[in-house]
Every structure is written in C-alpha cells, then in structure tokens.
C-alpha cells in the first residue's frame, strides 16, 4: 500500500513536471512568433503554477483522506498504537526479567512399605 502511494505522487509530480515544461516550451515559441508579450507569457506560467499548486494540496488532502478510510477498512493499527503496545511489551518484558520463574518442584511422596515375614 506504501509503495503504491508512493508511486501514485510520484507519477501525479512527473506529469505536472512535464506539463509545467511543455507549457514553458508553447509561451516561449508564442513570445519568439511575436504573438504574445513576455509580460502575458509570465502571467500564463504564474496561473499555471498557482492553479497547479491549489490543485497538488486537494490531491494531497484527497489521498490522506483515502488512505484514512482504508487504514478503517481493513483494521489498520496506527502508529501511536502501536508504539503504545511496544512500549507495553518492553515493561513487561523487563518485569519479566527481574523476577525469575519459580518452577514449583512437586514433592515426591514416601510410601514406606512394610516388610514382609515369611
């Protein structure tokens, strides 16, 4: 599931870093041709940035959200349980320790036989 986030961030970062570049590469051949000015081919990459930027925070909020309703989906632990229990475990596991195990020795029971006459 982590590589899977992981991959699905990084896929959404390649496609904006290659629309960002394709973008840059139109204004600047518009600029050469003389059909825009270099002032309307700044502001152009300025809203693409911020509209990208306002875009990338929805996504991030959306795959937190995701990932939060799966993680209640399947049962997930969260980290700070889990920490808690490690933390429980180690206490017990050093209480543990401190006090040796006492096996219990059962007692072995004399039966004294009387002796026979013959």
Not at 83 to 110: C, G, H, Q
């Amino acid at each position: 599931m982590k590589d899977f986030l992981r991959n699905s961030v990084l896929f959404g970062i390649g496609i904006f870093s290659k629309a960002q570049k394709d973008l840059e590469k139109t204004v600047n051949s518009l600029i050469k041709k003389n059909k825009i000015s270099k002032k309307e081919g700044k502001e152009m990459l300025d809203k693409f940035l911020k509209e990208s930027k306002k875009t990338e925070a929805k996504l991030h909020a959306h795959i937190k959200k995701e990932t939060v309703r799966f993680a209640k989906k399947v049962s997930l632990a969260k980290q700070k349980d889990l920490l808690a229990l490690e933390k429980r475990v180690k206490k017990l596991e050093a209480k543990k320790s401190k006090k040796p195990v006492k096996k219990k020795v059962a007692k072995k029971k004399v039966v004294k036989r009387k002796s026979v006459k013959k």
